[in-house]
């Protein structure tokens, strides 16, 4: 079975930085996609970030670009977000959401995502 742990999320000023990390297990020899969603309590979902680790290509959703990068680490079957200049609405538990896929365009949908991690909060103060 698929096995997703984040890591990295912690207590920070605004404007401040953080790294988040997602370890996967079970994507051994097969191209995967990742995403980055976060939620507080009594909104919706937010998809942050993704990134398919057969070509890297990746997509942010507005409110994060410039500040936020989605990379594929040097461990197989890891990626990061870095967080810069990181706001108070940034505020919400993070998690880590993948699946198995043979084509980058199969990313763009969320219900394809079915494998998730527990999450790991992050609370920006203003």
């Known amino acids: 079975q698929v096995q997703l742990v984040e890591s990295g999320g912690g207590s920070v000023q605004a404007g401040g930085s953080l790294k988040l990390s997602c370890a996967a297990s079970?994507?051994?020899?097969?191209?995967?996609?990742m995403a980055w969603f976060r939620q507080v309590p009594g909104k919706e979902r937010e998809r942050v970030a993704r990134?398919?680790?057969?070509?890297?290509?990746?997509y942010y959703i507005d409110s994060v670009k410039g500040r936020f990068t989605i990379s594929q680490g040097n461990v197989k079957n890891t990626m990061y977000l870095q967080m810069d200049s990181l706001k108070p609405e940034d505020t919400a538990m993070y998690y880590c959401?993948?699946?198995?896929?043979?084509?980058?365009?199969?990313?763009?949908?969320?219900?394809?995502?079915?494998?998730w991690g527990q999450g790991t909060q992050v609370t920006v103060s203003s």
């Open positions: 990134i398919y680790s057969g070509d890297l290509s990746t």
């Open positions: 959401a993948a699946a198995r896929a043979t084509r980058a365009s199969y990313c763009q949908y969320d219900e394809y995502l079915v494998d």
């Open positions: 079970g994507y051994t020899d097969n191209a995967y996609c």
